[in-house]
């Protein structure tokens, strides 16, 4: 989410009719309305796990490793975050499992941490869940890492996971799934990206929504926070 409203509130918009939101980490930070962002969520039947930037904001991380923009944005939010957002993402776990999904920020072996871009990584951290498949954020990249069950041992690959192209989540084949990121996408459209899993079709499907990112920017810049995380958003990278 990165504390961007309007691109949550897109989102939800064009969800449609849903049981629950699993949030996959990084609620806050780089956005300016952490506070607005985690009320939303907690309007809802929601599951939420810890992110980098989460971890950070709350002072449960140092901002080790951090770009001197992220940094600054981190050091933004923990001023700006009230004591009830404070304590709500301190309690947030680093993994959580819903249906048949384990849900973290990064990867399974490392929840908070490792960022899953290709299918190497990815095939290092299907013995670390327990669930059919798992739900990954963190890289800002929409991808769909698959195990397929074969004669020698399981083979690994990724899928395009293309918008409105539903991926059906067949019985011997596990995977590892980025729906990518609501509030700060980094695959080159600036659009708002979400999935939806449906269990009644058994399918995962990956959306992206138009949003006011203009309206987002100028709260930024009010806020005062670097200019190229402002004008990231515009361009999605
Ligand atoms: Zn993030």
């Known amino acids: 989410m990165h504390a961007n409203l309007e691109a949550l509130e897109a989102v939800i918009g064009a969800a449609g ?5 699993w949030c996959l980490g990084d609620l806050v930070g780089y956005g300016p309305d952490p506070n607005a962002c985690v009320a939303l969520l907690r309007r809802h039947s929601h599951v939420a796990v810890l992110g980098n930037h989460d971890g950070v904001a709350c002072g449960k991380r140092s901002p080790a490793g951090f770009n001197p923009h992220a940094a600054r ?4 939010t923990a001023r700006h975050l009230t004591a009830a957002s404070r304590r709500y993402l301190r309690a947030l776990p680093d993994s959580a499992v819903a249906s048949d999904f384990t849900l ?3 990867s399974p072996r490392a929840p908070t941490d490792e960022y899953l ?4 990584e990815a095939e290092a ?5 327990a669930t059919s498949h798992c739900l990954v954020g963190h890289t800002h990249v929409p991808a769909a890492f698959l195990s397929v069950e074969g004669r020698r041992g399981n083979d690994v690959h990724g899928v395009g996971l293309r918008p409105d192209e539903p991926l059906p989540l067949l019985g ?3 995977m590892i799934l980025n729906p990518g990121s609501v509030g700060q996408p980094r695959d080159g459209d600036p659009r708002a990206a979400f999935g939806i899993y449906d269990a009644g079709r058994n399918e995962f499907c990956a959306h992206r929504v138009a949003y006011d990112v203009a309206a987002t920017q100028e709260k930024m810049k009010s806020a005062g926070l670097p200019a190229p995380l402002i004008d990231r ?3 999605g990278f």
């Open 17 to 21: 009719q849903f049981e629950q939101i």
């Open 117 to 120: 871009f290709g299918a190497r």
């Open 172 to 174: 011997r084949v596990r």
């Open 104 to 106: 973290v920020h990064g």
């Open 73 to 76: 944005a981190a050091q933004w």
């Open 233 to 235: 958003i515009a361009v």
């Open 125 to 129: 951290n299907f013995a670390h869940f």
